[in-house]
Structures are given as structure tokens and as C-alpha cells.
């Protein structure tokens, strides 16, 4: 795995141990160095190796990545690196270096799993450490059912904000889908109208999808 790149990063799913492939788990076995959050972390509480936790001081993070180049070392992403994860920061970074990536899991594709829907033609967006107006360009046709949205949330824009920001734009009807904790014991999941969703109480990470219709 590390013969061609000192560097892996490895998608290790929505947080479950049960949602980490194979693949995953043997790029993580063979590394020095694993770095991650907390839960990812958790996942690979077995091996017996170097480890750092990911806080929000990414200028921490690159330093210590500087000061172990070179060691078989592993990034540790919840869902899949190619969707919203840290894969474009590590690889400003190090411009011109081989990374290995190894996907992972995504919870929009759990909780399209959950819906048993495609999801060809959703546009996918994330809430998590970013501005509500990111939603703003799809609104309108969300009120003509002409997109359909798959929003990641986090951090302080849980799927009740997002729902309120709905309501503030005046849909308020709009019928949403939420999960949160997919794949793990807390997972809970609901239709529910967006003002609905602004009073509940969906407070963990999750996936809220809209523009879609319950069967």
C-alpha cells in the first residue's frame, strides 16, 4: 500500500465499524502513523501504532505531517475522500507528491439507501462548517420540484437550522427527508415537512434530502 506513497487517505465511512471495507482496514494495518478525528480514530482502537487527533488547527496538522514525511502514513476521513472531506487540503499541501486514496462509505449514499432511490441526478451539498447560502442558487426550483438536494450537516448548521432557513424562504411545506447517525446506533430517520424540521430534534451529523417525494 505505502510502496509507491509515504501518504494514504482512507474514506472510513459514517462511523460505523461496519461500514469499513476490507480495503480500508489493510491500508490502516499497514501504516506507521494514523491520523484522525476521535470516531475514526475509535474505528482502529486495535492497532498498535503512532497516532494523532485531528482538531480544527489544520497549520498543527501540516506541520506534524511535515515533521513524519516519509513514514507510511494514513488520513483518516469519515464517508468518502472525494466528497467534502480533507483530501483537497492534504493535497495542497504536498503539490506534486502521490497520494493514495482508498473511498469509503458516504452517508448520502446510506441515506439514499435507506430512501431505496438513485441518486444520479442529485446535486450534493454540504452545510458543514460552511455558509447556509450555499442552498440559496437552488431554492427556486426547489419550490417547482426541478433539483434534488442532498445536504450533509454538522457542526452548527444541524438539520433543524436548515430547516428553519427553508421556512425563512418560504418553504415552510417543502417535504424533506433526515437522517443522522447513519449506520450507527443512534441512526434516526424521518419525512417530515421543512417546518416540522425546524422544531425537531435531529441535532446530530446527518443528511437532509430535498426535492424528493416519500413513496
Known amino acids: 500500500m ?13 462511523g460505523s465499524g461496519e461500514y469499513v ?12 502513523v494514523l491520523i484522525g478525528g476521535r470516531k475514526a480514530l475509535d ?4 492497532l498498535e501504532c503512532e497516532k494523532m487527533l485531528i482538531t480544527g488547527d489544520l497549520e498543527r496538522l501540516r506541520d506534524f505531517l511535515l ?16 466528497l467534502f472531506s480533507l483530501l483537497p487540503w ?20 446510506l441515506a439514499f439507501a435507506r430512501l ?5 441526478d442529485v446535486v450534493f451539498l454540504s452545510c458543514h462548517g460552511r455558509s447556509l447560502e450555499v442552498l440559496e442558487p437552488y431554492l427556486p426550483r426547489l419550490k417547482s420540484a426541478q433539483v434534488r438536494l442532498a445536504i450533509l450537516t454538522g457542526g452548527a448548521n444541524t438539520p433543524p437550522v436548515i ?4 421556512v425563512d424562504h418560504g418553504l415552510e411545506g417543502l417535504m424533506v427527508w433526515v437522517g443522522i447517525e447513519l449506520g450507527g446506533d443512534g441512526e434516526q430517520t424521518a419525512w417530515l415537512t421543512a417546518a416540522e424540521l425546524a422544531r425537531s ?15
Open 43 to 46: 474505528l482502529f482502537a486495535d
Open 163 to 166: 430547516g428553519r432557513y427553508l
Open 2 to 14: 505505502f510502496k509507491d506513497s509515504w501518504l494514504t487517505v482512507i474514506g472510513v465511512g459514517p
Open 116 to 120: 431505496a432511490c438513485g441518486w444520479e
Open 21 to 32: 471495507t476490507p480495503a480500508a482496514r489493510r491500508a490502516a494495518a499497514a501504516a506507521e
Open 90 to 109: 492534504v493535497k495542497r499541501q504536498f503539490p506534486g507528491e502521490k497520494i493514495n486514496v482508498i473511498p469509503g462509505i458516504s452517508s448520502i449514499q
Open 67 to 82: 515533521k513524519i514525511r516519509g513514514r507510511p502514513t494514513a488520513v483518516l476521513v469519515s464517508g468518502d475522500p472525494g
Open 201 to 215: 430534534d435531529f441535532l446530530g451529523p446527518g443528511v437532509v434530502i430535498a426535492g424528493c417525494e416519500p413513496d
